[in-house]
């Protein structure tokens, strides 16, 4: 390198490197210009990044202004688009997809025994967005390599003359594929961006159109590099550092790593912080931010985010303490509703099946275009629940649905599969990838329609966004499929593809994009750790101070081990750190204040170490930083006058360790009493009693009786259906067969109605859990046939199955006030001289008895967890008919011991006189069929009288009318069949105490 090509001029640390700048390029004094002007139009300024030629071009006209001289503006750019500024290509680059399209031809072109040597397997022939993932890895290597000036050739020879790892024969098979991709474009008129480079350094066609600047660049790519040393001009170097450290630097301005990579990091002007989670640092930005107190304006402080996982975090608490905060990185594209939108449409085209119909039609932008169609979209998802409980079809298609032709929720199902079919047809259809832009275009005009799209409007500007980057997209596979440039002919490498492979990979392609953000007048700026360096802004708040994030880790490619990296000379973790090293002492050193944060524990929980940077210094104070950070009293010693709370602020939510995970939970730590009267399932009890606070929950979310989760993934039938079907085919019992008591006829009768029951609900071609699970039903009903006669034989006979209290509860007294309760009983019994006998079916795995069921410990410190079975007493003798008229075959059971229990049908034969006794039992059908049988509670009237006591305490405070609050500690108790318990992470964000049954629920509001 002829180190006279540059000059080098440095330019201190005591002020940001772009002020500096600015006036060396204000002070130029060439050739050219008028009085009064200054003319750096043929100047070229290179930085390493766009935001901040944009401030240096701010600096220069703030100050040729202040020096009354008319500025005519260099030409800015980055060091990454800097080779295109000094050469001409022979062809122009080919567009982004028709590239990666050459490179998924050329690898299906590769014998399959070299294309092993690549990846153990293989996308199949038709699988075009599993080629193209495989091409996008291969081409990130060829331009990393091409970079700095090589091939995959250079690198196979690296391996002949190295002792390294014998990985030569791979990087032959790679040096195959890229010849033939160069091939490939060349016939589309193309030429490749880094074959264009090598060729103008190979004919010496390299220039500059004027004076070249490099400014403040540590680090370049090895073909920049080259293209510089080749030029006929001199090259302006500005330096951001002291004349003192220019033994630090090559001529061209980039560091030299080994100067570098153990010098100390001076803390100066820095005041250093320990934190815990992500929450803890961005309430440590926050607190330094208020210490500002109002004595600097937003352009005059900076918030740095080395780990990218804080931004929400900082975002949320800058946002609760009233300071905008404005990502200039913007919103990936990847998390905006049309992206979603597509990616929901391409699954539903892939599988066709109602769990991905649900999740399509859950996106917001559907329900306007439901709307249109006459469906309300809450109803919609209501029916298509309904539908998908009930029946678990497989996939949708053409022919009939499964399910009963009566069932309203089926009839809506098909009525929008035909809609849906409209909507998305052509997109169900196969053609070349360059003759899709119309009919996606078609599609969002029927979900959007013809209104105006406004830029302030935060989902319009998402919109527009997403719109943008897909017609470019079209665009490049408009330009893939069709003509290449200049008229020449096409690789003709884009086959037919389907609507779902064109969406994938259209969506695929937008990897890295972003929705800028609104300018904000009044916003402090989020910035990565790259931009940090150039910004100008007096005071840094930097958080994330952690490894890997700072030094940036040089993120391997697969083929691209550190040691290989080592022997071709190209950037690898000790250079990416010394560079990083340098980037924080000039920070340091030439700001006002800065404040680094380090975290202890990440986002998903795990450890974390502190920067390595941070320990390059003097033994002691290496030594000091480790302790600080090892300190397990929490933070290190903090700035007084951190802000105290907003007065009138909510208190923050109880410490339920939740919150290092970015969970607020929950969003209202107390909660209004229901209103009088007070209506309550009996099976309600359990939930009560575990937790009042997810009971009430429940009942705010959903209403009297809140609906179930529903999983859109369903495959089987969940417990409460597998219980449904049960409790469906055992009202045979006290129908069909209820005088039947031979046990033959009995299981027959069982397993036909069970097949007519499976038919009627899941068509004839079930999903094969489906079936497993008819079988396993079939072999329990045949257990309870044998069961059932032997009970029979005994003299007890049905009078009533699946009956329910009147709509407006039973009154069940607590102490002045009284609380109705509602509920269905599966089954009642009657024998003329032992009673009545009120059945409760349960399917669960382990068949348990009642008082396993309903009290739980040992001993004095046994207690009451559930109350289902002893409130059914209270219900029974006000148990009706369908119609709602009492049951005449219970009147005795009214008159004598005002307990009932029903269901449609009156009784032949003796029934108990008045005064019967009335006996409660589990009728189980668990999985081991040797236990399937009855299961009576044997409580003793003391005991019961306890249970009716439990239930008046837990339900007095609501009659009181007092707030229920939440209490982490039964969260923690909560089980996982709780409908509410999934709301607060139950199960999911933490652990569950549950027992490893899931029950069904047998009764509801009447």
Known sequence: MPPASFHPLFLGWDRPALHGAAERLLAWDGPGGRAGELDLSQHLVVVPGSRAGRRLQELLLEGSEARGLALRPPQVVTAGVLPERLYLPERPPPPGLAARMAWARALQELPDHRLRLLTSRPPAAGDLPGWLALARLVEELHRELAAEGLTFQDVAQVFARASLFDDGPRWDALQEVQGQVLRLLARGGWMDREEARRHALADGSVSAPGPLWLVAIPELPGVVREMLTTLQLPVQVLIHAPESEGHRFHPDGTILPQEWWGREVPLVRARAFVEGGPADQAERVAREMADLGGRRSPEEVVVGVADPDLTPFLLRVLEERGVPLRDPAGRPLDRTRPFLLLEAVARFLDDDDVSALASLLRHPDLEGWLQGEGLAAGETLRNLDAYRQAALPGKLGG????????????????????????????LRESRPLSEWAEPLGRFFQAIHGDRALRENVPGDRDLMAFLSVLRGLLGEA?????????????????????????IRILLSEMEGEVVPPPEEEAAVEALGWLELHLDDAPVLLLAGVNDPHLPAAVVGHPFLPDALRVALGIPDNRARRARDAYRLTAILESREGTVLVSGRRGVSGDPLRPSPLLLQGTPPEV?????????????????????????????????????????????????????????????AFASLLADPYLWLLGRRVGGASPDRWVDDEGREMEAMGFGGLAHRVLETLGRELRGEKDAGRLARGLEEALREEGRRRFGTRPLPAVQIQLSQLALRLGALARVEAAHRAQGWEVVAVETGTPPEGVPFPVDTDSVFLTGRVDRVDRHPEEGWLLLDYKTSEVGRSPDQTHRKGRGPLREWVDLQLPLYRHVAPRLVGAGGEPLEALGALREGSGRASGAPGASGGEAPGAGAPLHLAYYNLPRKLETVG?????????????????????????????????????????????????????????????????????????
Do not use: C, H
């Open 399 to 426: 022919g009939s649905l499964p399910g009963p032709p009566e069932d309203r929720a089926l009839r809506r199902v098909e009525f929008l599969r035909g809609r849906m079919g409209s909507l998305l047809g052509e």
């Open 478 to 502: 408009e330009a893939a499929g069709g003509a290449g440039a200049a008229g020449a002919a096409s690789p003709g490498f884009t086959p037919g593809v389907s609507g779902a492979t064109l």
């Open 623 to 683: 030594a000091r930083r480790i302790l600080q950070y090892l300190d397990d009293k929490g933070e290190a010693p903090a700035a007084p006058g951190g802000a105290p709370p907003a007065p009138g602020s909510s208190p923050p939510p109880p410490d339920n360790g939740l919150q290092e995970a970015g969970v607020s939970l929950p969003p209202e730590l107390s909660l209004a009493p229901p209103g009088l009267p007070l209506r309550i399932r009996v099976t």
């Open 934 to 1006: 009855i299961l009576r509670a044997d409580w003793t009237a003391e005991e019961l009288a306890e249970a009716d006591e439990q239930a008046r305490e837990v339900l007095r405070p609501l009659l009181r009318g007092e707030w229920v609050t939440f209490d982490p500690a039964r969260l923690a108790r909560a089980r996982v069949s709780d409908d509410m318990g999934p709301l607060l992470g139950v199960g999911i964000l933490a652990p569950p105490s549950e027992d490893g049954e899931e029950g069904e629920e047998e009764m509801s509001d009447g």
